[in-house]
Every structure is written in structure tokens, then in C-alpha cells.
């Protein structure tokens, strides 16, 4: 790396540090405004609020990242602009291409990181997060999240059982149905007063098991019974109370998985999916957009960098809430949802790029 590319990327990391503490703060203490009431209402502790925030912390980066590096290379670039420092690296025959190759390329690695931050360090926190704002912050009773009824699960097109209430730390649940069919026929029904995860798999308790053939009925009692095939563990019942777009992709994925087996609409949660993926290139793709925007500052400078870097960010988020909402609806296609407004933004990126003074 060479002194000036260490250059250009120290005032540009510069101003993403100051401008994500910035706004970060201020983010928080707008948050902290609205929750005011909780606070003080349910008397939350100030060690709670603070391990809140730092919680919370975390969600701000992983939302508004790309918002923050936007406003970075607009400062940066800015910067070096008004100062003339680009001009006299043009002077010198250095391209605009070669100017803003170290940041291009860091913030193309830098989503990269934001889909690992996204998919191993935010999600853990964030259960805490959501956790504290249910359970501490608001006193919601914790039973909500340990109690849980009318459990439907489709094993498969011939399969799928019903458990009325199911109890996650004991691993139990009660009033359980069973029902198999055969050419779209119910071959066997199974009752049992109570279901229970073992080491190996669920277990059947004191119940009955029918048969129903074309003409007949036949049936047999039973103290226990196993059913293997049922592969939910106790925590796959529990309702998650963080939102399926701050799940880890794995997790979502798996959450995805367990709504088809119920049979509950999954859109919306596969549109959240692919745009896991999508969301953090929006980094690369608004410094490409940004850096010939400020490398030719006019009147103003920094602040109408920011207004133009405002616009930028509020168009850009628009259009992706829009077709996000597309595809929700299943208007689109979920990949073609979640890349379409990053490929017109790299296209338009492209083009100023290439349109730029040089």
C-alpha cells in the first residue's frame, strides 16, 4: 500500500469513526426519548439502560452502516477537494480511478464484514436487546415465551401433528393429535395426553392409536410411544421476539423452514432473506456514487456535500423500501427484490463514475 493510499484511506476511516459516533449517539438519544415512559414507569435500573444501549448499539450499525460510510466519503472526499489536494493529485497524473481505488476497495471488503457482522456477532446481542426491552424494560411476563399453545406441524404431505400447550423448559407438552393419511384419506390418528423431548427424540405418553381402513376401525391403547419422526426440538416451538430481519441468515433460514412445516406464509421472511446478502453492498455502491459527486465540490462545499449525500440516502432507501414491500407482496420475485436497486444504483454509480472529470 502506498503513502498515498494510506492517506486517502486514514481521512476516510477518519470520518466514518466521527460521523458513526455522531449520528450513533444521536440515534440513541432519540431512542432514549421515546423509551423515556418504560423507563420510568417500571423503574428500570440506569446499569440496565446503559446495557440496553450498548445492545442497541449494535442494531445501529448493522441498520445504518452504509448511511454512515455515505456521509464518510462525502466528508473525506470533500475534504481533500476543497483543500485542492485533488487537484494537485490530478496534477500530478494520478486518475480519479486511482484516487478512490483504496476506498472503492475497502468498502467492497467492508460488506463482506457487514454480512459476517450481520449473521455472527449482531444476532446474539441483539436476543439480549430484545430480551431486556420485553422482560426488563416493559415487565412483560415471561411466560408468554416458555408457555406456548396450539402448536400445528406438518411433517410432510401426510403427516402433521397438533400439540395444545407445550411448557419449553420442561420440555413438555400436552394434548397432542397425530394424523397420517393415505390417498388423501385419514389412516391413523393418534391421541396422547402428553408429549415429551428426550435425549433421542419425543415420546408419546398414555394414549390411543387408530386405524381406519375403508370399512373398518381398529384401535390400541398405549402407555408410551415413540415418534421419531417428529424433529422439532423444544426450542424450535418458542416464538422469537426479535424480527426475522434481525435473525442470523442461518437462523432465518432455518426459521423459514419451520413456517413451511406449519404452513404459515413465508414471504415475507424469504424476501428478508436475499436482502441479507444485498443490504450491505449498498456501502460500495453509494461511495461509488459519492466519490466524483465530492471530488468536484461546488459553492458550499462539506455542506452541500452532506445535502447531496442526504438526497443520495433517502432516494436510495426509498426505492429499496419500496421494492422490498414489492416483494412482500409477491409482486417480485425475492432475489430479483433485493438486487434490483442495488444493480440500477451500481449502473447509475457507473456511469458518473465514468462520466466524471478525470
Known amino acids: 500500500m502506498k503513502t498515498l493510499d494510506r492517506y486517502i484511506l486514514f481521512s476516510f476511516l477518519s470520518s466514518l469513526i466521527v460521523i458513526s459516533f455522531g ?12 423509551e423515556l415512559r418504560h423507563f420510568i414507569d417500571h423503574e428500570v435500573p440506569l446499569g440496565d439502560i446503559l446495557i440496553y444501549y450498548v445492545y442497541f448499539a449494535g442494531w445501529v450499525v448493522k441498520s445504518f452502516l452504509p448511511v454512515f460510510v455515505l456521509l464518510a466519503g462525502l466528508t473525506s472526499i ?10 494537485a493529485m490530478k496534477a500530478a497524473g494520478i486518475s480519479l480511478y486511482r484516487i478512490a481505488a483504496p476506498i472503492l476497495i475497502f468498502t467492497f471488503l467492508l460488506s463482506f464484514v457487514h454480512i459476517y457482522y450481520n449473521e455472527y456477532v449482531y444476532p446474539p446481542g441483539n436476543k439480549k436487546r430484545v430480551e431486556m426491552k420485553e422482560y426488563t424494560i416493559k415487565k412483560r411476563s415471561m411466560k408468554s415465551k416458555s408457555s406456548i399453545s396450539n402448536i400445528y ?14 411448557d419449553v423448559p420442561r420440555k413438555e407438552g400436552s394434548i397432542v393429535k397425530i394424523y397420517r393419511s ?5 389412516a391413523e390418528l393418534i391421541s396422547a395426553e402428553k408429549i415429551k423431548y428426550t435425549s433421542r427424540n419425543g415420546m408419546l405418553y398414555n394414549g390411543v392409536r387408530r386405524y381406519f381402513g375403508d370399512s373398518t376401525e381398529t384401535f390400541e391403547t398405549f402407555d408410551t410411544l415413540s415418534a421419531a419422526y417428529i424433529k422439532d426440538k ?8 426479535e424480527k426475522p430481519e434481525d435473525m442470523g441468515y442461518d437462523e432465518l433460514k432455518y426459521y423459514i423452514d419451520v413456517m413451511k412445516r406449519t404452513g404459515a406464509p413465508y414471504q415475507r421472511e424469504l424476501v428478508d432473506l436475499k436482502f441479507k446478502l444485498s443490504y450491505p453492498f449498498s456501502s460500495f455502491i453509494v461511495i461509488l456514487i459519492c466519490v466524483p459527486l465530492a471530488s468536484n465540490p ?4 462539506i455542506a452541500i456535500s452532506f445535502a447531496v449525500g442526504s438526497g443520495i440516502a433517502m432516494l436510495y432507501f426509498v426505492c429499496f423500501k419500496v421494492i422490498q414491500s414489492l416483494g412482500y407482496g409477491e409482486k417480485l420475485h425475492p432475489d430479483l427484490a433485493a438486487w434490483l436497486i442495488n444493480g440500477i444504483f451500481l449502473l ?10 478525470k
Do not use: T
Not at 449520528?23 to 421515546?34: H, P, Q, T, Y
Not at 393415505?182 to 385419514?186: C, G, H, R, T, W
Not at 423444544?234 to 421476539?241: A, Y
Open 153 to 166: 406441524r406438518q411433517v410432510n404431505n401426510d403427516l402433521f401433528f397438533v400439540i395444545q400447550g407445550y
Open 234 to 241: 423444544p426450542s424450535d416451538f418458542e416464538r422469537p421476539l
Open 182 to 186: 393415505e390417498k388423501n384419506k385419514l
Open 348 to 357: 447509475v454509480g457507473l456511469v458518473i463514475m465514468l462520466r466524471a472529470r
Open 78 to 87: 470533500g475534504m481533500l477537494a476543497r483543500k485542492n489536494e485533488i487537484l
Open 23 to 34: 449520528f450513533g449517539v444521536l440515534i440513541i438519544a432519540i431512542n432514549m426519548v421515546e
Open 298 to 301: 461546488k459553492r458550499g462545499g
